[in-house]
């Protein structure tokens, strides 16, 4: 189990803080924290979940800068660590940084593990920004942190911000949210409009990728139009254990679809494989809550040729105000025109992002979320717009507690 999650190792002098961190990461006394050098002699480690990425495996690890302190098998034992680890925190204390450190360094480049410098006991001792600068040569992500006084939501933030720029792209590609929900022999709906907007003879990337992912769980998938989709509901014999369909015909589908059959859009499936539902559905709450002058930036990951009414420069902006009934300025951009500066906007509404990676996404993600502004995507929006936001995020239970809670918390 621990091979599939993420693992991180933390290696450093002795007494420089590596449990602490650890403690700090996990917020339990998962390693023993003490004034004497050389206190943790064998690699302890902890499993943790670090959301949207999943589980992660933390190491704490023995310092093996003073070796008189410790025996073959134990250096052994954290070299294995160093070893497995898919990322290095390399800890040292504000001007402290020489032979061993730049070993450590030196070993990750070797093996091609990203490595982040935990700069420790910032408490007692700040970085001057000599220091600072010449760690840069070796990373520029760079963590300054006390376990006296440091808040942890920060620290984690950073790291999951260091771990999605520096993970391989298939660590977090290949997420099926699916796999939780459907198994073998399931039915599931699919519910596809051909109207005027679909391309010709062709059917679209979350559309394609939602059969392929049912294929792989071997499922069936039952493919009909909004126009026939009730007859078809009729005909099958078994109750499909789900209903996909687009968000588009979602106000149709959803009052044909009775309460005990599950019911979700591609965008919610494509939202929680490519991004993070829960963050994305405590997004969509905002949207219940939009006042006179209010801005919202609408961002599409490509650009593409609009149509006279286009989704994201015509239809959105119209939703927005028919819903709300406010005032609302609404900002659109495309493709890599991401703004650095997003603090003046209540909400990101993005598009499902098919031409971006889950790292990408992520990353967008990240970028709103550390400038304290939510998003959420198209699909979900117009789940909000047309009263079934509730019912579509049933089957994330997390994801619809969030949407409840910041709907009450906002309003
Ligand atoms: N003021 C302050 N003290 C710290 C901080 N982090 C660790 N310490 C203290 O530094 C000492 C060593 O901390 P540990 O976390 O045990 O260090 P370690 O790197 O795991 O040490 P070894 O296991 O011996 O290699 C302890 O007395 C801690 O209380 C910090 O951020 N601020
Ligand atoms: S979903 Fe986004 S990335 Fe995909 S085609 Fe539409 S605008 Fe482009
Ligand atoms: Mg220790």
New binding site residues.
Partial sequence: MKALTIQIGIF?R???????LMNFMTNQKT?I????????TDVVWKQMELNPLGHITLF?T??INDTSLLGAARIEKTKRAFDSSDIVIL?CEAGKFGYFEENIIKEAEKRQTPCIIAV??I??NRPDEAFFESLKKYTKRILL????TGNRDALLNSLKKFLIEVLPDNYIENYLSLRNIIKKDDTVVLVMPIDLGAPRGKIIMPQVQTVRHLLDLHAASYTVQDTEYETSLQNLKKQPALVITDSQAIKQVSSKTPQNIKLTTFSIIYAADKSDIVEMARGAATLNNLKDGDKILISEGCTHHASSDDIGRVKFPKWIREYSKKNIEVNYVSGQDYPKDLKDYKVIIHCGGCALNRKGMLARLNKALEAGIPMTNYGIAISVFNGAIEKVLEIFPEALSTYKTALKSNG
């Fill in positions: 450093g002795t007494n420089v803080g590596k449990s602490s390693s924290v003490s004034e004497i050098a050389g206190t943790t704490d023995a310092g800890m420790s006991k408490d007692l942190f006390s376990s006296v």
